[in-house]
């Protein structure tokens, strides 16, 4: 992994998402790829925990960042050029490594600045084991966040133990529920409940709720009858590379 950053073996790939009511892309996921020419293409489950304990994803996620937010202005400088009024969000992953790093919202803040990105279109998705690896200062680092305008995402809600507490201390944005429920929303009631549930605490506490893994026309269709408010996943399309995100249209709707 050494040298990987600079032999250019990272590339970034991006997940659309989109209103669940329009059908209209709202922005995407920014999802880190590593190709190298030896061995191929590896997945991030598995280099990013070495990454993470050598002390290399610190590089890496800024490199994330800052790739993440030159695709965002390339792709709302193109719909301002279509005559659109709506702007695309980004949202990108933190680790526990980025999220300890006291130099991350200097970098982050810098690097908007030198984009001229507004702080609102981008969106820091962090886990419940984030929050838990974190030292004592979550609550000062989430606020220092929020103050600068970028949103808080509570990414894979529902597959940990303290999402709820958690939902409660601190301000976040945006839910986005775990896959592991939307692939039995159609076919079991636990699962539909337990999603419907979730929205409707999310909606209570203002904040909005984004599905992951949404593959079929039937999971869609549920999640709009549930008041689900934006949607990801292969139903739409798979990741995508920079160029083909520029021109991305949804279809299969």
Known sequence: MQGALQRNEFELYYQPQLDVKNKHVTG???????????????????FIPIAEHNGL?????????????????????????????????????????????????SFIKDTLSELDVKAKYLELEITEGVLMNAKLNISDTLQEITKLGIKLSMDDFGS???????????????????????????SKKEDCNLVKATIAMS??????????????????????????????????????????LLDFSPRFL
């Open 57 to 105: 994803i610190i590089p890496i996620g800024k490199f994330v960042i800052k790739q993440a937010l030159q695709l965002l202005k390339k792709w709302q400088n193109k719909q301002l050029n279509k005559g659109q009024h709506h702007k695309y969000t980004m949202a990108v992953n933190l680790s526990p490594s980025q999220f300890r790093d006291t130099a991350l919202l």
């Open 203 to 244: 909606h209570s506490l203002g904040l909005t709720v984004v599905a992951e893994g949404v593959e079929t026309k039937e999971q869609l269709v549920l999640l709009g009858e549930l008041n689900c408010d934006f949607v990801q996943g292969y139903y739409f399309s798979k990741p995508l590379p920079e160029e083909l």
């Open 160 to 186: 940990g133990y303290s999402s709820l507490s958690y939902l409660r201390q601190y301000p976040f944005n945006v839910l986005k529920i775990d896959r592991m429920f939307i692939n039995g929303i159609t």
């Open 28 to 46: 995407a996921e920014a999802l880190l790829r590593w190709y190298n020419p030896v061995l191929g293409n590896i997945p991030p489950d598995e």
